[in-house]
């Protein structure tokens, strides 16, 4: 195999498929880039066999072939080559040579016929989004993802498209979060859980501000998506998601209207105390139109007061900070709305006008 491809093409390439590679792979091929050049193109590919992504990318083929290159390795040469094109070769013994300007690599590589194969199972069913709206959908709910090993099926996000409405959910016990909008309908209702780092792949591809439909395809076991050229195959997490919807609460005593930029500054303002402390606590005191926002350690204190548009009798209420934080970050309306029903239940969290995104966070029972 020969090729010779720009730099900066190249370092693009790479930046995205390394992501994908697996550094301590329990298969050591995997720790490596699968680089094929065809008659008309290059693709490289990077693994960790549960996500591949492969990158077709613009450059002159001298000599079609294949072969796998340490990734790292390979990575961190072609950062430091000089601007302009790099000659890429690899001989029958699958050594690689790299050369641009004035330098010269020869590095280790391995047969591209150890390189697993991707999934070849037949698709079954598709659903489309924009771009900017699938985007919007990972943003909104990632943070939710539960990392916890002994519960996997709340290690990925649930995706569901019935009717042609597709809806993305994730839960980790403590909080969920919700986002759903429109889109074309799929042959079969779908339900499928999407691992978290197939999930922060895709919106790091993904475009917020282009409207471009997206198309995720599904096998029984697999999840196929190509953004802007890049392929993605990712194995889905096998088992039926939690019953989300039977959690979140219908009824509330107590509903607070609050402006979103001034309730997501003093929340991050009452972190900087409250990521001091054990709990890492934080405390909501709801009266007389106003919400007071405190948070106190055994010596550092905070207090902020904000107006607000209060419905229903006063309230206090405790919640861990980040999870504050982590949601105020991502809601754009100009208010939020906060519905309680008393200081031990779920709290549900809705940007006001916005029926598409739906928040529930578990406070922290306090003896104070």
Request: glycine residues 6%; proline residues 4%.
């Amino acid at each position: 195999m020969k090729i010779r491809i720009n730099a900066n093409v190249l370092r693009d390439a790479l930046s995205i498929v390394t992501m994908a590679a697996s550094p301590r792979a329990a298969m050591p091929i995997l720790e490596g880039i699968l680089i094929m050049a065809g008659d008309d193109s290059i693709v490289l590919t990077g693994s960790d066999s549960m996500l591949t992504v492969s990158v077709k990318v613009k450059g002159d083929v001298f000599d079609a072939g294949a072969g796998v290159v340490r990734g790292k390795m390979f990575s961190d040469i072609v950062k430091k080559m000089p601007d302009g094109e790099i000659i890429v070769s690899s001989d029958k013994n699958a050594r690689f040579t790299v050369s641009g300007g004035q330098a010269k690599f020869n590095i280790a590589g391995s047969d591209a016929s150890q390189y697993p194969r991707r999934d070849s199972e037949n698709i079954f069913n598709s659903v489309s989004v924009p771009n900017s709206v699938l985007y919007d959908m990972i943003e909104k709910t990632e943070q939710c993802v539960a990392n916890d090993a002994s519960r996997p099926v709340l290690t990925g996000g649930c995706l569901e498209s019935i009717n042609g409405q597709a809806n993305m959910t994730a839960l980790d016990g403590f909080r969920l979060s919700t986002r759903q909008c429109l889109c074309t309908p799929s042959a079969k209702d779908i339900e499928v859980i999407i691992p978290h780092k197939s999930l922060a792949m895709m919106k790091k591809l993904l475009n917020p501000s282009e409207e471009t439909p997206i198309t995720l395809s599904f096998t029984n076991t697999a999840m196929l998506v190509d953004i802007g050229g890049t392929e993605l195959q990712s194995t889905l997490i096998n088992g039926p998601y939690i019953k989300w919807r039977t959690l979140i609460p219908k009824d509330f005593s107590t509903r607070v209207a609050v402006n979103s930029d001034a309730f997501r500054d003093a929340i991050e303002r009452a972190a900087l105390i409250a990521r001091g402390g054990e709990n890492r606590l934080v405390k909501l005191s709801i009266g007389e139109n106003t919400l007071s926002i405190m948070s106190r350690t055994s010596e550092d204190e905070v207090v902020e007061h904000i107006e607000v548009d209060q419905f229903g009798p006063d309230l206090d209420i405790s919640f861990n900070v980040a999870y504050l934080s982590d949601m105020t970050r991502v809601i754009k309306t100009k208010r939020t709305m906060l519905n309680f029903t008393n200081s031990t239940s779920p709290c549900v969290v809705e940007p006001e006008g916005d029926k598409d995104c739906l928040w529930l966070i578990l406070p922290v029972r306090t003896t104070a």
